[in-house]
């Protein structure tokens, strides 16, 4: 159980496009919702948390119109890079969280190519 | 937000055991203590948590001292597809969003 989902596992764009990654739970209702981004060699990065019904909080530096989060659903969180620039290639995950459990369960992630 | 500090590497031989203690000197009174595993290419893996005292569960155990400001994790008998990055990562865990992950330490198993 608590299983998460990204598509695509990988993507290549060219600069100037806008890319769309989905993140899933696919057998439990997820409340809350985060985003991560990981460079070559680095830890996770927190990107923003996003609350189901509710807008995005993002991080500090995380450019909100750049880094669009949709959390329409209980199981259904997507990002969408908007004008994606070669230096926002990396590895992007999301997480999912029950409410009142403690445990983030991690998608597979998305490899991000911008060339 | 609490900071952490973790050795940046490690070496090991199969069938030892291995510690990894994760520094976290400003741990807040909310703060928990989770443990993540990550393979090249993949989301990382939750291994365990906890608050104080100690944790056990069927893949390690996690030692938390009763100032709470450092934390080590134990695998017992590593193998060698143990070898991975791990994460200490403290955070309050309810609403409170600000997870900060510690740089990680790059485990490696040897034959």
């Known amino acids: 159980g608590a299983v998460v989902s990204q598509h695509p596992s990988w993507v290549i764009c060219k600069s100037g496009t806008s890319v769309k990654i989905e993140c899933r739970s696919l057998d439990f209702q997820a409340t809350t919702m985060f985003w991560y981004r990981q460079f070559p060699k680095q830890s996770l990065m927190l990107m923003a948390t996003s609350n189901e019904g509710s807008k995005a909080t993002y991080e500090q530096g995380v450019e909100k119109d750049k880094f669009l989060i949709n959390h329409a659903s209980l199981t259904l969180s997507t990002l969408t890079v908007t004008s994606a620039h070669p230096e926002d290639s990396s590895f992007y995950i999301c997480?999912?969280?029950?409410?009142?459990?403690?445990?983030?369960?991690f998608g597979p992630g998305t490899r991000l190519t911008v060339t | 937000l609490a900071k952490t500090t973790q050795p940046i590497s490690m070496d090991s031989y199969e069938g030892q055991e291995v510690n990894i203690t994760c520094s976290h000197n400003n741990i807040a009174t909310n703060d928990y203590i989770t443990w993540y595993q990550q393979f090249p290419s993949q989301g990382p893996r939750f291994i365990i948590q906890g608050y104080k005292t100690k944790v056990t569960n069927e893949v390690a155990s996690l030692f938390i001292p009763a100032d709470r400001k450092s934390s080590t994790l134990s695998l017992p008998r590593v193998s060698l597809s143990d070898t991975a990055v791990y994460y200490c990562?403290?955070?309050?865990?309810?609403?409170?969003?600000?997870?900060?992950f510690g740089p990680g330490t790059r485990l490696s198993v040897l034959p």
């Open positions: 990562l403290v955070g309050d865990n309810w609403d409170g969003q600000n997870f900060v």
């Open positions: 997480s999912a969280r029950i409410r009142d459990f403690y445990e983030q369960y």
